[in-house]
């Protein structure tokens, strides 16, 4: 994996093995808090290695961002650690979580060994921990999920965002609408860095605007998918809404993104044609 520090204390792994998707690793005075736990045991081991490293304390709590596999599938492995999540996500884990990870298994040899770990403490709009020299105040940010969280940490000025800060937004399993409010409260905070979900790490100066082109997209998309359902267009005719012409690029993700861009209009258009939004 890819590990860079972004701040005094504060580490971000990037997986090379799975869609460049990211965990933290924040060390402080009397433990260390990891946030989300990679999908492939070999990645998540290497994060493992560097907290046996540096910290005596081991890791104290674990912070699951949202539900999704990717995020979490690496949480077993945290012997002793305490489990926070949002409570959406503890209920998907519990009423989904086992079905998922067996299907999961049958396509991924390599997640033989993986075990469902529930998270043991939750809340439902925000909490804050402190630990050692570290606050974090963990918020919920629904749009990308209902389940979906982010975490800031208030020291340092940086966000670990989970999903709800992509290159491109996704909403297949979340609502438009929540997203972009949830991108709003976002941007009024203080910030250094965003630690994105999968991709590269925003910094200062890229803030604002990553988020305003975001919000813009989601405008943007709904907006073109409208007008192609008013003119009696197929769902085939959704794959010429390019990524570009909605204002973002189709090059992070080594270009998976466009396919995110077209889940999301497919989402949409058949949304809107139910009526549901």
């Known amino acids: 994996m890819l590990r860079e520090r972004v701040a005094d204390d504060i580490y971000v792994f990037t ?13 402080t005075s009397q433990g260390v808090v990891v946030i989300d736990t990679q999908l492939f045991l070999q990645e998540t081991s290497e994060l493992l290695d560097l907290v046996r490293r540096r910290s005596k304390n081991g890791v104290r709590y674990v912070i699951n961002t949202h539900s999704h596999s990717d995020h979490v599938y690496g949480t077993y492995l945290f012997d002793g650690a305490e489990v926070i999540s949002h409570e959406l996500c503890r209920q998907t884990l519990q009423k989904h979580g086992e ?12 997640l033989a060994e993986v075990q469902l770990r529930l998270p043991s403490i939750t809340f439902t709009e925000e909490l804050t921990l402190r630990l050692g020299n570290k606050t974090l105040r963990l918020m919920h940010t629904p749009g990308t999920t209902p389940d979906s969280i982010v ?24 609502d438009r609408l929540e997203l972009k409010e949830s991108l709003r409260a976002i941007g009024k905070l203080s910030l250094d860095n965003i630690v994105q979900g999968h991709g590269g790490v925003l910094l200062r100066g890229e803030i604002k605007a990553t988020l305003r082109s975001s919000i813009a997209y989601l405008d943007t998309i709904y907006e073109k998918v409208q007008e192609k359902i008013e003119a009696g267009a197929p769902l085939d005719e959704l794959t010429r809404i390019g990524i570009e012409s909605c204002g973002k690029s189709r090059i992070p993700l080594d270009g998976l993104v466009q396919d995110l861009h077209q889940a999301n209009l497919e989402a949409l258009y058949d949304q809107l044609i139910s009526g549901e939004k």
């Open 15 to 27: 997986s090379d093995l799975y869609v460049k998707v990211t965990a933290g690793v924040i060390f």
């Open 99 to 110: 079905k998922d990870l067996e299907e999961a298994k049958d396509r991924i040899p390599e």
């Open 151 to 174: 975490v800031y940490v208030r020291e340092n000025k940086v966000l670990f965002a989970g999903d709800t800060v992509m290159p491109v937004p996704y909403i297949v399993d979340g």
